[in-house]
């Protein structure tokens, strides 16, 4: 009886010590990492010889924080926008990543189909070069303090055309509320104008241009088409914007990215919302 008492307790204290490593008392934010390389072949049989994607994911994600419920939170956001899968956010990160893959390695093969087809249309043994794919996924915590939580999610593929895309996508959590924030957020109510001529300012200093118009030699496809997106993240120096390639510009320029200081924009940015604290 006494050896059974024993057991249970000592089972007791591993499950208390299991539970409370998950947070802390003092709710210290800590993450944790997954990384994955491997092929998905066209065809279930893993020819060698036949097509494959190769795929390779790096999943940084909290792996501490205040309680279990708050954690639970963090980390449905961090699947869901990792994954762009809002429905993978319920799940643990191990979990959404097999989900996700299996996923993906389904429409990959969904393309079989079509494989032998445009084989027979190719001169000799040739195999029809474009079902070779590539995706290359992970994120990175680009800024943090007690109440900010900012973050980039890259997404990368090939899918057999003249070159693979990058996809470049920030957020920035509310820490206090765990809750992802946009613009409407930070800034007071018609806001877009101001901000839309502080963003074609600050691409005019890093383009070392003199006016907006000359920003088109840069390679940029039209200065009207330069506005707030909303994929943004916040600093303690301000406000950063990422444009991704075909938005405002070529292919060839890859993502442009901008920072709007804050004094700047102070005017517009609402004194009580976490950007309004960073302004010293």
Not at 41 to 65: G, H, R, W
Not at 108 to 137: A, T
Request: with cysteine; aromatic share 14%; net charge negative.
């Amino acid at each position: 009886m006494k050896k059974n008492i024993l057991l249970v307790i000592t089972s007791l204290i591993l499950t208390g010590l299991f539970v409370t490593s998950c947070f802390n008392k003092n709710g210290e934010l800590k993450f944790d990492n997954i990384s994955l390389k491997e092929r998905v072949y066209l065809f279930p049989d893993n020819d060698t010889t036949k097509p494959f994607a190769n795929v390779e994911i790096d999943f940084t994600y909290p792996k501490s924080f205040n309680n279990r419920e708050d954690l639970a939170r963090l980390q449905e956001i961090f699947n869901g926008t990792f994954f762009n899968n809002q429905a993978l956010g319920s799940l643990s990160p191990e979990e959404a990543l097999d989900t996700y893959l299996k996923g993906y390695s389904e429409e990959y093969r969904e393309i079989g189909n079509q494989y032998y087809e445009d084989m027979g249309n190719l001169e000799g043994d040739n195999q029809p070069s474009w079902y070779w794919y590539q995706l290359h996924k992970s994120n990175e915590v680009l800024f943090e303090n007690e109440s900010i939580l900012s973050y980039s999610v890259d997404h990368a593929t090939y899918t057999g055309g003249a070159h693979g895309s990058l996809q470049v996508l920030y957020y920035t959590i509310d820490l206090k509320n765990i809750t992802t924030i946009t613009e409407e957020d930070i800034f007071i109510p018609n806001y877009h104008q101001t901000l839309t001529t502080k963003i074609v300012d600050n691409l005019m200093k890093k383009y070392e241009v003199n006016s907006p118009e000359e920003l088109l030699n840069e390679g940029f496809f039209d200065v009207n088409d330069i506005a707030p997106n909303n994929n943004f993240w916040i600093s303690n120096e301000g406000v950063n914007y990422i444009y991704n390639q075909y938005e405002i510009a070529p292919y060839s320029m890859g993502p442009i990215e901008v920072t709007i200081p804050y004094e700047e924009i102070q005017s517009i940015i609402i004194p009580e919302s976490l950007a309004g604290k960073q302004i010293k």
